[in-house]
């Protein structure tokens, strides 16, 4: 099965702990992104990756920090200089607008991680 | 800096009704725009994607459709049913590089 994971599903952190979340894709994709949501709110972008070794920040990226060593995997760490961390995490991927055939840069998306700060 | 507005934030219909959910951006200069939704407590499913060469794409009981120039898409949705209740959410990937903006998304209540 092709697609997207992020693990674990829920993960409470004490206050001051940095914590890591998972992204995995075997879709092949090239770009990666890494999303939070609070209630009531829509997606906002932290980081996006669109190839190997390479990253840029989004409109929050304060407070995180991102590596992308592998094409497969994307891991989000929210360090303990980020003030509001409880949110919901979503990553998702897509191919480059490199690629211009219609069907591509669709954008597939993960299951989400609730991170909560206890 | 590409802003992506929703509205309205919630809408609640009575089943079988056909409805509209609206989408706008604020800089033309788009690759393509998204269609998604999401359940509570989930990730996002995408509907349907137009490129921005097209002016609509249709899946079954949803059509999306896109006006570039005006900065404006509309989601339409035939027949509604209960199984539609979800919060819709469009995001637009802007030409110049590969990040991709959302809106606040729409909150849709189908009442039986």
């Known amino acids: 099965d092709g697609g997207i994971t992020q693990s674990p599903k829920y993960l409470f952190r004490k206050e001051g702990q940095n914590v890591t979340l998972s992204c995995e894709q075997n879709l092949n994709h090239d770009a990666m992104y890494w999303y939070r949501q609070d209630p009531g709110q829509g997606l906002r972008l932290i980081y996006y990756?669109?190839?190997?070794?390479?990253?840029q920040k989004g409109d929050i990226a304060e407070g995180y920090s991102v590596s992308r060593e592998k094409k497969e995997s994307f891991p989000l760490t929210v360090t303990s200089a980020q003030k509001n961390p409880t949110a919901f995490y979503l990553c998702a991927s897509s191919t480059t607008s490199g690629r211009r055939a219609s069907s591509y840069n669709e954008q597939f998306f993960g299951p989400g991680t609730r991170l909560t700060v206890l | 800096k590409q802003e992506v507005t929703q509205i309205p934030a919630a809408l609640s219909v009575p089943e079988g009704e056909n409805l509209v959910l609206n989408c706008s951006f604020t800089d033309s200069a788009i690759y393509n725009l998204q269609w998604f939704r999401q359940d509570p407590g989930k990730g996002l499913t995408s509907l349907l994607l137009i490129q921005s060469s097209q002016r609509e794409q249709t899946s079954g009981r949803l059509n999306a459709s896109l006006d570039k120039s005006s900065g404006r898409s509309t989601l339409y949705i035939a027949a509604s049913q209960p199984g539609d209740s979800a919060t819709y959410l469009c995001?637009?990937?802007?030409?110049?590089?590969?990040?991709?903006?959302f809106g606040k998304g729409t909150r849709l209540h189908i009442l039986p």
């Open positions: 990756s669109q190839i190997v070794n390479d990253f």
């Open positions: 995001a637009v990937k802007g030409n110049r590089d590969d990040k991709i903006i």
